[in-house]
């Protein structure tokens, strides 16, 4: 799609959809990444579809075609030394490493900072993890659903006070912040490269990330009387400018309007009633807020009168910040993400083509069309990859008796 990163080669040993989608950014960047999978299984992330908890249409995984665009795949045994051996080819000709392997599994296999730098010491060499590189959780399986969701305390802000137990995140939810957040390392690191010689290592976790997240009531919740976090504010303890309005056909508008005198007599212009302008009770902010429960209860009237298509329609007179609430399905007409190009066509297969949001990064204006090829199969380029490092089929075809390839 672009081609900032043309030229750079990118190794994954990553599963399910942090690591990857990290390494699919990159890819739709420009990079070429190879996607190593074991030989008979593949990432495990694949096998969602019959589990039955991913969205599939016939056998492909929407899933794994998001996290894996664009990118190649070799089917390798890495516990038979012919296929480390290979791997070792590929990590000498290659920019970045990448993996989520824990530190155990990494150093059966010589796969730790310093065995890879003997191969090649310019490599910039990226983990992704669940809870760090130190401590005692190093070795602990983790999810965004864990790591980020939960331990960092994302879960617990979001849960609304009474209910009997935290609301569930949506897919990914974690996975695709903390996979930007590596994108964006890698290319730092590389950046770091090219400046200095000196290729650094890369460490992103999943719990930093949610983390990250919630820094606004990490950092006062020390200084916090009370957990600010399980208690819902009233629609009439704000300034009635930043509310949510329930049109008539029982659909939301947001308003988020931090400044509102700025914008109030152009309000009441454009939901037709200026009336509301030269009212005494509402003259200002602080009257409003004094009148809050009569302001509010004037606008929930004002937007119950019509549907939220007329809002929506309405509303792009008004300057400033409002947002309808949308649904998912919503988004694939969105004449904004349409505009901007904020879909990315994925071709699965030559005739099935799905809709993927695209990486939110753009360069130099492009304005599309946004295509990339979809998710490879387990070891689909594998003879391709094998013939670029040199090898003959001869050898190929012998690699795939003793299972070492796919």
Same mark, same amino acid.
Request: hydrophobic share 40%; proline share 6%.
């Given at each position: ?28 960047? /420009?990079? !070429? ?5 074991? $030989?008979?299984? =593949? %990432?495990?992330?694949?096998?969602? *579809?019959? #589990? &039955? ?108 006070? /009474?209910? !009997? ?5 949506? $897919?990914?939810? =974690? %996975?695709?912040?903390?996979?930007? *957040?590596? #994108? &964006? ?121 019509? %549907? ?99």
């Amino acid at each position: 799609m672009f081609d900032v990163m043309k030229g750079i080669r990118v190794v994954e040993i990553g599963s399910f959809v942090f690591v990857p989608l990290a390494t699919a950014v990159l890819a739709d960047w /420009g990079a !070429d990444v190879i996607k190593i999978e074991h $030989p008979r299984t =593949g %990432d495990p992330y694949r096998g969602l *579809t019959t #589990a &039955g908890t991913t969205t599939h249409v016939g056998a492909v995984n929407l899933s794994f075609q998001y996290a894996n665009r664009g990118k190649r795949s070799l089917g390798l045994d890495l516990a038979k030394p012919e296929g480390r051996a290979l791997l070792d080819e590929l990590l000498a000709q290659a920019d970045v490493f990448v993996t989520n392997l824990r530190p155990g599994v990494r150093e059966r296999l010589g796969l730790g900072v310093e065995q890879v730098r003997k191969v090649n010491p310019d490599i910039v060499y990226v983990r992704g993890s669940g809870y760090g590189q130190k401590g005692e959780q190093t070795e602990t399986a983790a999810l965004d659903g864990t790591a980020y969701w939960a331990r960092a305390g994302v879960a617990t802000a979001l849960t609304p006070p /009474g209910m !009997d137990r935290p609301i569930s995140q949506r $897919p990914a939810f =974690g %996975d695709v912040m903390a996979a930007m *957040t590596l #994108a &964006g390392g890698i290319a730092a690191a590389l950046f770091a490269r090219s400046n200095t010689g000196k290729a650094p290592v890369v460490d992103v976790a999943l719990m930093n990330v949610g983390m990250w997240q919630m820094q606004r009531d990490i950092l006062g919740a020390p200084y916090e009387q009370v957990d600010t976090t399980q208690r819902t504010v009233g629609r009439t303890e704000r300034n009635p400018l930043t509310n949510n309005y329930l049109t008539s056909d029982g659909r939301f508008i947001s308003l988020a309007i931090v400044n509102p005198d700025s914008y109030w007599a152009e309000l009441c212009h454009v939901i037709g009633r200026p009336d509301l302008i030269d009212d005494p009770r509402f003259a200002n902010a602080k009257v409003r807020q004094q009148n809050v429960v009569a302001c509010v209860a004037e606008f929930d009237a004002v937007f119950a009168a019509n %549907d939220f298509a007329h809002w929506c329609k309405v509303l792009t007179r008004f300057s400033g910040a409002w947002a309808p609430f949308q649904r998912p399905a919503d988004l694939h007409n969105d004449p904004v993400a349409l505009d901007n190009g904020f879909f990315t066509e994925i071709d699965i297969d030559g005739e099935n083509k799905v809709m993927a949001v695209s990486t939110p990064v753009n360069f130099d204006e492009f304005d599309g069309p946004r295509r990339m090829p979809g998710a490879p199969e387990v070891g689909q380029h594998g003879e391709e990859i094998l013939l670029e490092l040199g090898h003959g089929w001869e050898e190929i075809v012998a690699l795939k008796d003793k299972g070492v390839i796919t």
